[in-house]
């Protein structure tokens, strides 16, 4: 038995290094979108260290001054430095799309394979309490929990995640409920497997491509959503730094100084197109039929 | 090929001649209808079916599509849950096993599936989908679990490295293979074997058959093997139940239901099954008319009756009860024969 145990082993393993490699190898624009997620990620942890000025600091003597000289990107209407404010609001904007998103993933998920899975009546009441939440408007669903809960982080957080868990529970649901008639299934089921064993590990797996779609899809819209909130008053609340925040009140000055739209809209875009190539490109990679 | 011998199959206590013993068996799937689901009827998918499979032994059952084998093949799994009927396994009713009871069982009792496609996942590396019974049942170590895939990999035809691929990069024969492996792993003593080969190509298929043979005489493993094709079931099968609407119309050795087909449906079926030039001025060629009825709205008396050649009028007025007619060989008697 000996010879065969090795000829299995030289079956390479995946570990994450190697798997690491993989993914920059094949995937190119995923390789550039991660690279852009980790840059992002490092300037907002490095926020405090690496901006040139206080976020918050007024400079009452140079108030809408242009990009360059001092203030690379430019300041505000309170002379507040853009550049700063930008690093720091991508502390903001990173934190609410990661936890919101991730958020969303895990409730949604379990809700939805289990209601997809289990069926019958379980079923029907969760989608039918869904169906009542996307009934509502988002941006209203998502001012009504917001002003009950009053402005702050957490709270912005919690009322995104009202918005998407329904959107992954329906996705994770409908899934589920494919994966659930193919014979593998019935395999696992005939061999002795219990509910929790045929979710999680044919379930999950099997819906993996289509959980980080709406994932990567989620992130862009729960940073634009964030943003919308702060326009509205009730998202992240002033003087912090958020993207959506600086974006909505420099729309006020955006004929003299359009630099105050235009770069929190860069950082923006930029953040959400990262998630979206690194989501897709996540998807292939994880693909086994897709050729190495 | 060769044989395991660090595995021994565990000791299994001398039962009676029969292993498998299906009684009485119905489904009816209902049809539902409207917002509320209001009850508008029900197919019959199985309807009152009895039969009995011995250790070591073949059965094959036969029949056209809808006829409701595959549901048959199911319940005696627990797939599907009877609306009446009792299957007992070694003894034991099925029906009423719960938590770790049905749990053994279930690692007693495998199944290969029809579709080589969707039976395995598409996530899972072959390794360890073959690997998942011993996981469930947590039988064996790291290291005993990898020796005995690579076991089980040699002894269906394939090679140790094929553990570490994904299905897709397989064929549909060796996708079977893959699946008849996953079904052996847990050393089951009877597999249902639903239609294995009909997504097969004819010249794979014979190679699935035979390797299930071989199988089962290495194994001593019982057969339940669901199939439409009667050549192929002649070739396997010791024993042979046909099936028309979801009841039994005859059952037989495979020698005697070839030989001397009593039932009227089984004529027809046998002369309709492709057949060497030698044996053609045997049998005339029984051309039935008409579609199989519908399962919710089974025809009255035989149910076969509508599309019999020699139905009588009292066909459609009693419905035949399987006789027995010889040691080896029973038949639903319908009027019209008997």
């Known amino acids: 038995m000996t010879d065969q145990a090795a000829v299995i082993d030289r079956i390479p393993a995946d570990t994450g290094w190697s798997e690491l490699r993989r993914f920059f190898k094949t995937q190119t624009v995923g390789a550039v979108s991660l690279t852009v997620i980790l840059l992002f990620i490092l300037v907002a942890v490095a926020a405090p260290l690496i901006a040139p000025y206080d976020p918050i600091s007024q400079d009452r003597a140079s108030f809408l001054?242009?990009?360059?000289?001092?203030?690379?990107?430019?300041?505000?209407?309170?002379?507040?430095?853009?550049?700063?404010?930008?690093?720091?609001?991508?502390?903001?904007?990173?934190?609410?799309?990661?936890?919101?998103?991730?958020?969303?993933?895990?409730?949604?998920?379990?809700?939805?394979?289990?209601?997809?899975?289990?069926?019958?009546?379980?079923?029907?009441?969760?989608?039918?309490?869904?169906?009542?939440?996307?009934?509502?408007?988002?941006?209203?669903?998502?001012?009504?929990?917001?002003?009950?809960l009053g402005p702050s982080i957490t709270n912005v957080i919690f009322a995104l995640s009202v918005l998407t868990v329904p959107r992954f529970a329906r996705m994770a649901r409908g899934e589920m409920q494919r994966i659930k008639s193919e014979d593998f299934v019935n395999a696992s089921v005939a061999l002795g497997a219990g509910r929790i064993r045929v979710m999680v590990r044919h379930g999950l797996p099997n819906m993996l491509p289509s959980l980080i779609v709406i994932s990567s899809l989620g992130y862009?819209?729960?940073?634009?959503?964030?943003?919308?909130?702060?326009?509205?008053?009730?998202?992240?609340?002033?003087?912090?730094?958020?993207?959506?925040?600086?974006?909505?009140?420099?729309?006020?000055?955006?004929?003299?100084?359009?630099?105050?739209?235009?770069?929190?809209?860069?950082?923006?875009?930029?953040?959400?197109?990262a998630f979206n190539l690194f989501g897709d490109a996540l998807r292939d990679f994880l693909d086994p039929k897709l050729v190495r | 090929m060769t044989a395991p011998t660090t595995h021994e199959r565990p000791a299994v206590p001398a039962a009676d001649s029969s292993l498998l013993e299906v009684s009485d068996l119905v489904k009816h799937f209902p049809v539902r209808r409207g917002l509320l689901g209001r009850r508008v009827g029900e197919v019959r998918a199985v309807d009152g079916v009895s039969f009995s499979v011995g250790r070591g032994e073949t059965l094959g059952l036969v029949g056209e599509s809808g006829c409701g084998k595959s549901t048959i093949g199911r319940m005696v799994l627990g797939l599907i849950r009877p609306t009446g009927g009792t299957v007992r396994y070694a003894g034991k009713d099925v029906l009423g096993l719960r938590g770790g009871d049905l749990k053994e069982h279930r690692r007693r009792l495998q199944i290969v599936f029809q579709d080589p496609f969707s039976s395995l996942d598409p996530r899972m590396k072959v390794g360890r989908i073959i690997a998942e019974g011993l996981d469930i049942h947590k039988i064996g170590t790291k290291e005993s679990r990898r020796d005995w895939v690579v076991d089980l990999l040699r002894q269906v035809g394939l090679a140790p490295r094929d553990a570490g691929r994904f299905p897709h990069q397989f064929s549909g024969g060796q996708r079977q293979r893959i699946s008849i492996a996953r079904a052996l792993a847990t050393n089951p003593d009877f597999l249902v074997c639903d239609e294995p080969v009909s997504a097969l190509d004819v010249s794979i298929q014979a190679q699935i058959i035979n390797l299930l043979r071989d199988l089962q005489r290495q194994r001593?493993?019982?057969?339940?093997?669901?199939?439409?094709?009667?050549n192929l079931v002649r070739y396997i099968a010791d024993r042979i139940c046909v099936m028309y609407l979801g009841e039994i119309v005859e059952v037989a050795t495979a020698e005697e239901l070839f030989t001397a087909p009593r039932h009227p449906y089984t004529k027809a079926?046998?002369?309709?099954?492709?057949?060497?030039?030698?044996?053609?001025?045997?049998?005339?060629?029984?051309?039935?008319?008409?579609?199989?009825?519908?399962?919710?709205?089974?025809?009255?008396?035989?149910?076969?009756?509508?599309?019999?050649?020699?139905?009588?009028?009292?066909?459609?007025?009693?419905?035949?009860?399987?006789?027995?007619?010889?040691?080896?060989?029973?038949?639903?008697?319908?009027?019209?024969?008997?």
């Open chain 1, 65 to 148: 001054t242009g990009p360059g000289g001092a203030h690379l990107l430019g300041t505000d209407d309170l002379g507040r430095d853009m550049l700063s404010r930008i690093m720091h609001g991508a502390q903001i904007s990173l934190y609410v799309g990661t936890l919101t998103v991730v958020l969303s993933l895990v409730i949604g998920s379990i809700i939805g394979v289990g209601a997809g899975y289990i069926g019958g009546a379980v079923d029907a009441t969760l989608q039918g309490i869904i169906d009542a939440v996307m009934s509502i408007p988002p941006l209203i669903l998502a001012l009504f929990v917001a002003s009950l």
């Open chain 2, 220 to 230: 001593g493993l019982g057969y339940l093997f669901v199939s439409h094709d009667l």
């Open chain 1, 220 to 273: 862009g819209q729960v940073i634009v959503a964030e943003a919308a909130l702060s326009f509205l008053g009730i998202g992240t609340p002033p003087p912090e730094p958020s993207w959506g925040l600086m974006l909505s009140q420099g729309t006020t000055y955006f004929q003299t100084a359009p630099w105050l739209v235009v770069f929190p809209g860069i950082a923006i875009s930029l953040a959400v197109l």
């Open chain 2, 269 to 338: 079926l046998l002369s309709s099954a492709p057949q060497l030039r030698a044996d053609r001025s045997v049998r005339e060629r029984i051309q039935l008319t008409g579609e199989v009825p519908s399962a919710a709205k089974p025809p009255s008396g035989c149910r076969f009756h509508p599309r019999c050649p020699q139905a009588v009028p009292e066909s459609a007025k009693v419905r035949p009860r399987l006789t027995q007619i010889s040691p080896s060989h029973a038949v639903a008697a319908c009027p019209c024969f008997t």
